[in-house]
């Protein structure tokens, strides 16, 4: 079974105008990759709100240690 080591509560996720979530875009920020295209992105404020969030919780890491 597959289980998160982190989990990251932002108030909505990157979905396309159809409604489907872009996981792929979760994947990226989570790896540092680039995220891509956007143009199918329903809402850009989501993924800086995820970016950020990913962000803060690395820097709130690097300080525990």
Known sequence: IATPDEIYFVSKLPKTRSGKIMRRIL???????TIGDLTTLEDEASVDEIVRAYQDLKKAEEEAK
């Open 27 to 33: 994947k990226a920020v989570a790896n540092g990759a």
